[in-house]
């Protein structure tokens, strides 16, 4: 472990490993096969290249996208690592594979559909392997959000090279995932390694969305770097798009599955590259980004499960600067979800069910959010985190179980077929003409909702169909549904959230990635601007935001002192070190 030490800082400029890094890295190189699941930003990829660069042979990294297989191929180069691509993109297959019998390649990324085929098991066969890496490694488990079945294929690969070390890694699996991923890549349970699934750095907020893009673009007002925002469907990531461009005047651009392929390759390169462009996309964007300075993730609205929220926010501050995840929600969204359960095959049914009423909760707590997304994960944190829209600015919480049975009993009494507009009206005694020719103004639960309960009924009607209570019917009207009449016979209870009265909007953190009026600061990302555009690679790839903050801090004077300067390995110090010094010096 001191030669990996040696190494770590002389490849990567790092004095230190960070959380769990050096327990994995004693793993592999004493040839023990692991599991680790580490969050999104906790160094995964480090945990692999170190080894594969230490010990004899060449490092087998088993990769889903060709996109996250080539932005972790840029980091590697830079950092000095002998690392190459075998896709079906690339055209320089042949070099690669001389490289490789050569052996002169500490990494060779390839993906499942790839590395599951025999003739590349024989290709591996005649040279030495030092390590397989499977990340992503949720994608062979049923039970993980994001189920690949080529992952399911790899198990006779590995067991081939039996004595050759296995380290999958995940951000994002809970405990039965995770049994899962153990048994289907034979890794001992004794290879476990949690590191937890805490980032502390992402701010969490879920608002009702009103105007969604009214909403999002002042979060990119507040956020000025670059942003995600995901939507539910091409036609909405389209729109949304072109309308937050014409709001906000920032670069946006959007991404999605019926995109040509230039364009959506085009789309993505120019995003990696910037340092403020806002990306629109379906959840087909986003595996395949090793982006690290995301400022933000924004649902518009909600994922399919909380796996697959955390999962996706994970992408928002992965260097470990402050970031925000706002997800803006309607009661549509968890109704169209519901109604999606019915289109899932009788034995997925019950647990994609479970996962909604999951994320349902989420959505409604008045707690601390990063409270109860931890403990999805099977983790005991604190009750509150400070970092969070509920810790920062704590919401209102009222008992509407009474408010919810008027409510409830006026959806049964009309007939389960009106939607909300129509039954607001009914129980607050509006008799308009469609109400009186039904004979509904003279219904038992007609005017029985007066003074401060009427402010409940609409925050009530979207938190009824986040938790399945009501149910939309084919014509949008609703229906009873779940727990329903639980809460009808008084078996069952229904605390509400109630939202402020003015949306809440965080501050631009300006201790944050971007120091308030530093000229060095502005002067050191110019310069890395420049250079990544002239070696074609973006701006992190030169230096993350952190290390030009560290820079302009400490102002060294010399290469030495530059070179202990956290990120800056021998590699990046030769090329890049006497630019950085000549910046400083004239501050």
Known sequence: MADSLEALHATFGFSAFRGVQEDVVRRVLAGRSTLAVMPTGAGKSLTYQLPAMMRSGTGIVISPLIALMHDQLRSALANGIAAATLTSVDADRELTIDRFLAGELDLLYVAPERASQPHFRELLSRVPISLFAIDEAHCVSEWG???????????PLLDAFAQV?????????????????????????????????????????????????????????????????????????????????????????PYHAGLPPQTRAANQAAFVASEDMVMVATIAFGMGID???????????????????????????????????????TARDFAHARQRLAEIEQSRREGEKARLDALALLVETGDCRRAVLLRHFGEHPPERCGNCDNCLDAPGVADATVVAQKLLSAVFRTGQSFGFGYLEKVLTGVADERIRQRGHDRLSVFGIVGGEEVRLLRPLARA????????????????LGGDARAILKGEATVSIVLPPKQERRSRRDRSGPYPADDPLFDALRNLRRTLAQEAGVPPYVIFHDSTLREMAALRPASLTALGEIGGIGARKLEAYGEAFLQVIRQY
């Open 145 to 155: 959000h994001d189920f690949r079945p080529d992952y399911r294929l790899l198990r």
């Open 165 to 253: 070390p296995r380290l999958a890694l995940t951000a994002t699996a809970d405990a039965h995932t995770r049994a899962d991923i153990l048994a289907q890549l034979g890794i001992p349970e004794e290879g476990l390694i949690v590191a937890g699934f805490d980032r502390p750095n992402i701010r969490y907020a879920i608002r009702p969305r009103k105007n969604g893009t009214r909403q999002i673009a002042q979060l990119m007002a507040e956020q000025p770097g670059p942003g995600i925002v995901y939507a539910p469907t091409r036609a909405k990531v389209e729109k949304l798009a072109e309308q937050l461009a014409a709001a906000t005047g920032r670069p946006v651009r």
């Open 291 to 329: 982006k690290p300075d995301v400022r933000f993730v924004a649902h518009a609205g909600i994922p399919r499960s909380i796996e697959a929220y955390y999962q996706e926010t994970g992408r928002a501050g992965r260097d470990g600067d402050a970031a925000q995840a706002v997800m803006f929600w």
């Open 464 to 479: 009824l169909q986040a938790r399945g209570s009501l149910l939309p019917t084919e014509h949008n009207g609703l229906m």
